[in-house]
């Protein structure tokens, strides 16, 4: 159940009330104060339509010359902008913790304009999320190749690491004091494990944008991109005479095992460690985004499958040289 929604808004210049493609707008002449009141309106069980809610507001009306303009439109972002109070936001806004109902639909609105810019130019929005996809993994490589160096530098040292540990099983103190002389010793930033997430924390925003953009903007509803996948912004239906319950309600689909697949090779590439749990992620991470990705756009699967590839790339090819961490040798550490 949804609780109803009740603020007190300072300066509305315009409400709107948006479903997935379309909204209806009440402008106002002129800023006003006024309450606003959205209540779900009840619907039975078994509707799976969204929610659907009633809009109401106060607010003192009497010393404007137009009381005000009522719009009914597609949400298409470029008319949007055009409206000039910043109608844009109703598409992407919603999150308002840690500012995201400003920074996010900042975001949100760069990748949609992007790609109707790549769309202009190409004429296909597939290969121009394959272009935007590239730009981002470009834009992290620097990142992305000190994280494969400092991976495999790790690996590198493991044995001696793993002697020291031995020496001082006794005295964990001890230990930490020591590993850390051979990490300094070794050019070794201990902090490498933990700055290894950076490169996909940065990738997240656009990720999660890009999920919004073709969740609900409608210049990419119906968009085709290659053979099978007719719509990017509804999973690639396959095949329909076959649907797996919560999985694949629809129909089978291609990508999301594809996806799986890459990214089974991207983390079974990039383990260094011989850790349990390390190797059963290698597994496990796979599993759930296949089922997470199952019912996602297709653009967005084809985002992620391209991006495991490239990674897959970097770590055969461009990252292929490691540091010999100063060519230290490990018996003038450990002894």
């Known amino acids: 159940e949804v609780d109803k929604f009740n603020e007190e808004k300072a300066g509305l210049n315009w409400l709107g009330l948006r479903r997935r493609y379309a909204a209806v707008f009440f402008e106002f002449p002129e800023p006003v104060s006024s309450n606003v009141i959205a209540t ?3 619907q039975a069980e078994d509707n799976p339509a969204p929610i659907t809610y009633g809009v109401s ?22 008319d949007l902008e055009a409206m000039g109070k910043h109608q844009e936001e109703i598409l992407f806004s919603g999150w308002s913790i840690v500012g995201a109902d400003v920074w996010f639909v900042w975001i949100c609105g760069l990748i949609l304009s992007f790609l109707n810019l790549l769309f202009a130019w190409i004429g296909n929005y597939g290969l121009a999320i394959i272009v935007l996809t590239i730009l981002v993994k470009l834009a992290t490589m620097p990142l992305t190749l000190n994280q494969i160096r400092s991976m495999r530098a790790m690996a590198e040292h493991k044995p001696a690491l793993d002697k020291l540990r031995k020496k001082h099983s006794s005295d964990p103190q001890k230990y930490q004091s020591e590993m850390l002389k051979y990490y300094k010793n070794a050019g070794i930033n201990p902090l490498a494990p933990v700055m290894g997430c950076l490169p996909m924390f940065l990738q997240m925003p656009i990720f999660i944008g890009l999920f919004v953009v073709l969740g609900r903007a409608v210049e990419l509803r119906g968009q085709p991109f290659v ?3 007719n719509d990017l912004s509804q999973p690639d239906i396959i095949f329909d005479g076959i649907s797996l319950p919560l999985i694949m309600p629809h129909g089978l689909s291609l990508l999301p095992p594809i996806m799986a697949i890459t990214m089974y090779l991207q983390m079974k590439q990039s383990m260094t460690s011989a850790d349990p749990i390390a190797k059963n992620m290698v597994f496990i991470m796979p599993v759930m985004m296949f089922l997470f990705s199952a019912m996602m756009p297709s653009g967005l699967v084809v985002y992620w499958i391209v991006s495991n590839l490239f990674t ?8 292929s040289s490691s540091p010999t961490a100063n060519n230290i040798k490990e018996a003038e550490i450990v002894s």
């Open 40 to 42: 779900p309106i009840e």
């Open 312 to 319: 897959i790339f970097q770590y055969k090819f461009v990252g």
């Open 57 to 78: 507001w106060s607010a003192d009306l009497n010393n404007m010359k137009d009381q005000f303009e009522v719009h009914l439109q597609p949400l298409l972002h470029s």
């Open 227 to 229: 053979g099978w996948i």
